[in-house]
């Protein structure tokens, strides 16, 4: 509705043509002045003989016409916002202010195309045809997203090379390069409304308005559904352009042939029409006041609110409506059942759709235990806890990440022991910081990248040492998107270790799986660095473990799975280089006084048996290839399946979900590793 207000009134004072302007200072009338309520139940004065015989005919193919052209609009607008909001986070970050600057280009967009189109859209002699050709431009463009998103990477890190990362001018750049992207299409997806708006005035017939609105609505709301649940899990990210496109085409054809069978209006029966709406203001025109404006709107959608016999609306006004209309007050007609029954569907569909895991309500994280730290920030809620049993334990936004344990140890000393003159070390998602306070056992220079501010500031609640060990000026805490930090970073580490937040069908996580990831961490490693990917145990079907072993595997020329004491996922081990997992290399670091005294903090017995050591090699290269010889699919940025398992999921046994490893083919491999075995490559 942006940029269309005379399109706005004109529906609005067309529905009742018997309204009289009174008279007023110069002629200028009054905008509340302009309806007269006590004629809104009056007839309509008979059509012209033209087009009296030629609209019945026409009027409802062409109204069928219209809502096929609306529903696929608004359909393929919200899959096409969707998708590029989750490229370009991959682009410019997932962090509050990257979010919101995705989200304001888009919005800008919208305001802008409604604003020049409303204009064009009353000068045009065929706005369906106007709309038609915007509608094929904007499919276009669509599918044109996946390279210009390409494009822009090389774009976006060049400038903050150019700036520099921590440069207050890289977030005024990346909106503008958000914008050069987004607008083009947005601006033509803004005007789409005021052009389709003007095109069901130009015959003089009266439109059911609201239920076309209705039917817009209806379809962004199936847009929505569809791109988050079926759409991009099933065809992928260019997939879904590819079905919003062609619901674009689609909808561009029915407008192309609805204009060229309407009935074009002729000087005499547009006349009257014509004589007292202008495409132009004329000069007795004074805009509304808020509160005019908002009662005219009341009055315009209130057939969308009232339940008529097709159960959705119409265009006729209720008993109650005229009554309140012929008291002088503004119609209220919001229907309580309808909007109920709305709300609770919605609701509903979205608790049976949630895969199991979700956040946590207050109540039930104070069942866990005691809150002792509780932060907001823009990027989200960070509480901090100690359960009943004494551990601790870390939530993000409801949802549990981590809780001190030895597993999350060995994220840092694994691929040190792997590397044969480490130097530096990243770590992507600091969480309790546990990895990063036992990579300090080492001598290295650490880098920990963090999306939560509040879990930064948390970290010395977790662990009491960290001023000490943030001290050291080779040891620093930077706040931001991990993926970002390594496309804008073009330093070289030694080892980089992640550990995405869980689940793995989280919001987000899949971006630190997917291959184009891991192709960047391997260009961010030097020559024998070694990178650690955590692959956590709870929620993960085997299927998805499957795949992101394979993916991972097909990027890293020798690849290794270990498992710590606690089973609790796997460590994904990947080099360009020969793995060499030789005892006398481990025995040498678990016998450093300082990883020791980490590694028996919490289990004080753990390297009371040399001949048992505390990981385990799971898998090898030759090993990884047989156990993934059926996969055959690849976790790319295009194909994010883990992030949408929800009918695998249905379809897995609960035994399955439960741990699937219990009745795993990796089975035989972990009774081999029980006793211990290293290999030598």
Known sequence: MIGCPRASRALIISEYPGRQRPPGSNGAPEWSSWIDWASVSSPPPPASPA????????????????????????????????????????????????????????????????????????????????????????????????????????????????????????????????????????????????????????????QPTAELYAVNTAGALLGCLAAGFILIGALGEFGSIMVASAGNLIAAAWAWQASRHR??????????????????????????????????MALDFSPLLKGGPRGVCTTELSPSVEKELAKGSTPTTLNPRLLLAVALSGGAIGVMLLPPGGSLSRRAVERLGQVDRHDESAEGTVTALTTREGNKLLLVNGVGMTTLCTDTRFMAHLPLMLHPNPRSVLVICLGMGTTFRSACRHDVSITAVELQPAAIRLFPWFHPDAPALLADPRRCILSGDGRNFLLLERSRYSVISIDPAPPMYGAGAVNLYTREFLALCRERLDESGVILLWV??????????????????????????????????????????????????????????????????????????????????????????????????????????????????????????????????????????????????
């Not at 977030?171 to 005007?191: D, E, K, N, S």
């Not at 132009?280 to 006041?289: G, N, Q, Y």
């Not at 993916?551 to 020798?558: D, N, P, Q, V």
């Open 536 to 681: 956590p145990n709870e929620h993960c079907l085997e299927s998805d473990f499957r795949l992101v072993l394979r993916t991972f595997r097909g990027e890293f020329a020798h690849a290794q799975v270990w498992v710590g004491p606690e089973l609790a996922g796997f460590y994904l081990i990947g080099s360009e280089r020969p793995l060499r997992a030789r005892r006398s290399r481990m025995r040498a670091v678990l016998d450093s006084p300082a990883v020791r005294a980490d590694l028996c903090e919490l289990l004080p017995h753990l390297l009371d048996h040399p001949d048992r050591p505390p990981i385990r090699l799971l898998l090898t290269n030759d090993e990884i290839d047989r156990y993934c010889r059926q996969e055959t699919r690849t976790l790319t940025d295009d194909r994010p399946y883990t992030e949408f398992p929800l009918w695998r999921w249905l379809a897995a046994r609960p035994d399955l979900r439960a741990n699937w490893m219990r009745a795993s083919r990796l089975n035989p491999y972990i009774t081999r590793t029980a006793a211990g075995v290293f290999v030598d490559q």
């Open 263 to 296: 009935t074009a209006p002729t000087a005499a029966s547009t006349s009257e029409f014509t004589a007292e709406f202008t495409a132009e203001p004329t000069d007795d025109f004074s805009p509304p006041t808020a509160p005019e404006f908002s009662s005219a």
């Open 51 to 206: 087009v009296a015989g030629a609209l019945p005919a026409a009027r409802p193919r062409f109204l069928l016409a219209l809502r096929v052209i609306f529903f696929l609009s608004g359909a393929a607008a919200l899959i096409d916002q969707v998708v590029w909001t989750r490229a370009l986070h991959r682009i410019v970050g997932v962090s509050a202010a990257a979010a919101a600057t995705v989200l304001t280009a888009f919005m800008a967009g919208l305001a802008v195309g409604g604003f020049l189109f409303g204009g064009i859209a009353d000068r045009a002699r065929r706005p369906l045809r106007l709309y038609a050709g915007m509608e094929l431009a904007i499919a276009l463009f669509a599918l044109l997203t996946p390279w210009l998103f390409r494009l822009l990477i090389p774009l976006y890190a060049m400038a903050a090379e150019t700036v520099g990362a921590d440069s207050a001018w890289l977030p005024v750049l990346r909106a503008a390069l958000c914008m050069t992207i987004l607008l083009p299409p947005t601006i033509l997806m803004g005007g789409t409304l005021p052009v389709l708006v003007r095109g069901c005035l130009t015959d003089r017939a009266t």
